[in-house]
Protein backbone atom coordinates (compact mmCIF):
# COMPACT_ATOMS: atom_id res chain seq x y z
CA UNK A 1 0.00 0.00 0.00
CA UNK A 2 2.62 2.54 0.76
CA UNK A 3 4.43 1.62 -2.26
CA UNK A 4 1.98 2.10 -4.40
CA UNK A 5 1.03 5.24 -2.68
CA UNK A 6 4.81 6.39 -3.44
CA UNK A 7 4.45 5.16 -6.96
CA UNK A 8 1.06 7.44 -7.69
CA UNK A 9 3.09 10.37 -5.77
CA UNK A 10 6.29 10.41 -7.91
CA UNK A 11 4.45 10.00 -11.06
CA UNK A 12 2.62 12.96 -10.30
CA UNK A 13 6.07 14.74 -9.34
CA UNK A 14 7.17 13.68 -12.85
CA UNK A 15 4.20 14.29 -14.79
CA UNK A 16 4.27 17.67 -13.22
CA UNK A 17 7.98 18.11 -14.28
CA UNK A 18 7.38 17.41 -17.80
CA UNK A 19 4.33 19.48 -18.36
CA UNK A 20 6.52 22.45 -17.53
CA UNK A 21 9.30 21.59 -20.05
CA UNK A 22 6.73 21.06 -22.75
CA UNK A 23 6.64 22.51 -25.48
CA UNK A 24 3.30 24.28 -25.98
CA UNK A 25 1.22 25.44 -28.46
CA UNK A 26 2.55 24.91 -31.80
CA UNK A 27 6.04 24.53 -31.43
CA UNK A 28 7.62 27.58 -29.56
CA UNK A 29 9.43 26.13 -26.67
CA UNK A 30 7.93 28.63 -23.60
CA UNK A 31 10.64 28.62 -20.75
CA UNK A 32 11.47 30.84 -18.25
CA UNK A 33 15.05 31.96 -17.73
CA UNK A 34 16.82 33.41 -14.73
CA UNK A 35 18.46 36.60 -14.75
CA UNK A 36 21.30 37.80 -12.79
CA UNK A 37 23.88 40.79 -12.55
CA UNK A 38 25.92 39.51 -15.41
CA UNK A 39 23.54 38.80 -17.98
CA UNK A 40 20.74 41.19 -17.30
CA UNK A 41 21.22 44.50 -19.26
CA UNK A 42 22.61 41.83 -22.00
CA UNK A 43 19.10 40.62 -22.34
CA UNK A 44 17.51 43.28 -21.69
CA UNK A 45 18.81 45.27 -24.86
CA UNK A 46 18.38 41.89 -26.67
CA UNK A 47 14.97 41.15 -26.16
CA UNK A 48 12.50 43.81 -27.68
CA UNK A 49 9.65 42.23 -25.39
CA UNK A 50 10.31 40.92 -22.01
CA UNK A 51 8.34 40.35 -19.06
CA UNK A 52 10.87 40.12 -15.50
CA UNK A 53 9.55 38.74 -12.24
CA UNK A 54 11.52 39.46 -9.43
CA UNK A 55 11.00 36.94 -6.63
CA UNK A 56 12.63 34.45 -4.20
CA UNK A 57 12.90 30.79 -4.60
CA UNK A 58 10.73 29.69 -2.29
CA UNK A 59 7.55 31.34 -3.49
CA UNK A 60 4.99 29.28 -4.38
CA UNK A 61 2.63 31.95 -5.59
CA UNK A 62 5.32 32.91 -7.90
CA UNK A 63 5.52 29.30 -9.46
CA UNK A 64 1.88 29.27 -9.81
CA UNK A 65 1.68 32.55 -11.77
CA UNK A 66 4.91 31.49 -13.70
CA UNK A 67 2.49 28.47 -15.14
CA UNK A 68 -0.20 30.42 -15.58
CA UNK A 69 1.40 33.14 -18.05
CA UNK A 70 3.71 30.39 -19.78
CA UNK A 71 -0.09 29.11 -20.52
CA UNK A 72 -1.75 32.38 -21.85
CA UNK A 73 1.47 33.62 -23.68
CA UNK A 74 1.34 29.78 -25.60
CA UNK A 75 -2.33 30.28 -26.12
CA UNK A 76 -1.97 33.91 -27.23
CA UNK A 77 1.06 32.94 -29.67
CA UNK A 78 -0.05 35.46 -32.54
CA UNK A 79 0.15 38.24 -30.57
CA UNK A 80 2.69 37.75 -27.84
CA UNK A 81 4.90 35.35 -29.47
CA UNK A 82 7.96 37.34 -29.45
CA UNK A 83 7.59 37.95 -25.25
CA UNK A 84 10.18 37.12 -23.67
CA UNK A 85 9.80 35.31 -20.29
CA UNK A 86 12.36 36.03 -17.43
CA UNK A 87 12.74 35.55 -13.42
CA UNK A 88 15.31 36.94 -11.39
CA UNK A 89 15.96 36.36 -7.69
CA UNK A 90 15.86 38.89 -4.94
CA UNK A 91 17.34 36.75 -2.31
CA UNK A 92 20.29 36.73 -5.08
CA UNK A 93 20.59 39.87 -6.66
CA UNK A 94 19.61 42.48 -3.68
CA UNK A 95 21.35 45.00 -5.54
CA UNK A 96 20.16 44.65 -8.52
CA UNK A 97 16.31 44.13 -7.17
CA UNK A 98 16.72 47.63 -5.07
CA UNK A 99 18.32 48.79 -8.16
CA UNK A 100 14.64 48.38 -10.20
CA UNK A 101 12.46 49.30 -7.92
CA UNK A 102 11.47 45.26 -6.98
CA UNK A 103 11.76 45.54 -3.14
CA UNK A 104 8.85 43.20 -1.97
CA UNK A 105 6.62 40.53 -2.66
CA UNK A 106 6.59 39.62 -6.36
CA UNK A 107 7.43 42.26 -8.90
CA UNK A 108 6.59 42.23 -12.49
CA UNK A 109 8.46 44.72 -14.66
CA UNK A 110 8.07 44.62 -18.69
CA UNK A 111 11.12 45.77 -20.72
CA UNK A 112 9.91 47.47 -24.06
CA UNK A 113 12.89 48.11 -26.20
CA UNK A 114 14.98 48.61 -22.73
CA UNK A 115 12.48 51.09 -21.28
CA UNK A 116 10.83 49.32 -18.49
CA UNK A 117 7.32 49.96 -17.08
CA UNK A 118 6.31 48.45 -13.25
CA UNK A 119 3.51 46.33 -13.05
CA UNK A 120 0.80 47.52 -10.27
CA UNK A 121 -2.07 45.61 -11.31
CA UNK A 122 -3.51 42.81 -9.84
CA UNK A 123 -1.00 39.33 -9.67
CA UNK A 124 -2.70 37.38 -12.28
CA UNK A 125 -2.02 36.66 -15.50
CA UNK A 126 -4.84 37.94 -17.73
CA UNK A 127 -4.27 40.98 -16.02
CA UNK A 128 -0.25 41.04 -16.38
CA UNK A 129 -0.52 40.35 -19.99
CA UNK A 130 -3.58 42.97 -20.97
CA UNK A 131 -1.47 45.57 -19.25
CA UNK A 132 1.49 44.65 -21.47
CA UNK A 133 -0.70 44.47 -24.45
CA UNK A 134 -2.03 48.36 -23.42
CA UNK A 135 1.77 49.05 -22.84
CA UNK A 136 2.13 47.89 -26.62
CA UNK A 137 -0.26 49.61 -28.12
CA UNK A 138 0.09 52.82 -26.42
CA UNK A 139 3.80 52.70 -27.81
CA UNK A 140 3.84 51.76 -31.85
CA UNK A 141 7.34 50.66 -32.59
CA UNK A 142 7.70 53.50 -35.06
CA UNK A 143 7.55 56.16 -32.73
CA UNK A 144 10.49 57.42 -30.66
CA UNK A 145 9.40 56.35 -27.16
CA UNK A 146 8.51 58.08 -24.23
CA UNK A 147 8.98 56.59 -21.29
CA UNK A 148 6.91 57.16 -18.25
CA UNK A 149 7.93 58.20 -15.07
CA UNK A 150 5.24 59.17 -13.09
CA UNK A 151 3.19 56.86 -10.70
CA UNK A 152 0.29 57.91 -11.63
CA UNK A 153 1.26 57.30 -15.35
CA UNK A 154 2.27 53.90 -14.57
CA UNK A 155 -1.23 53.70 -12.84
CA UNK A 156 -2.85 54.16 -16.30
CA UNK A 157 -0.72 51.67 -17.70
CA UNK A 158 -1.62 49.01 -15.30
CA UNK A 159 -5.57 50.01 -15.35
CA UNK A 160 -6.74 49.72 -19.04
CA UNK A 161 -7.67 46.97 -20.15
C1 LIG B 1 22.22 34.27 -16.88
O1 LIG B 1 23.27 33.76 -16.11
C2 LIG B 1 22.90 32.74 -15.21
C3 LIG B 1 24.09 32.42 -14.31
O2 LIG B 1 25.28 32.56 -14.96
C4 LIG B 1 22.43 31.53 -16.01
O3 LIG B 1 22.05 30.49 -15.14
C5 LIG B 1 21.23 31.95 -16.85
O4 LIG B 1 20.81 30.88 -17.67
C6 LIG B 1 21.61 33.15 -17.72
N1 LIG B 1 20.40 33.62 -18.37
C7 LIG B 1 20.26 33.76 -19.68
C8 LIG B 1 18.95 34.25 -20.17
O5 LIG B 1 21.16 33.53 -20.45
Known amino acids: MKVNLLIIASLI ?6 ADS ?3 GGGRTIEWQVLTKQNFSSQIHLHPHLLLMVTV ?8 LMKELTRAVAYKQ ?21 AIDAREGITFLYYHHSVSYKYQGRLR ?9 SVVSLLPEE ?5 LNTPEDLKSVSCIN
Do not use: H, T
Not at 13 to 18: D, G, H, I, Q
Not at 143 to 147: F, T
Open 125 to 133: AQNILSSIN
Open 22 to 24: ESE
Open 57 to 64: PWSGESRF
Open 143 to 147: LPLRP
Open 78 to 98: EKLGSLKLMLMYRSNERMLAD
Open 13 to 18: LLSSVA
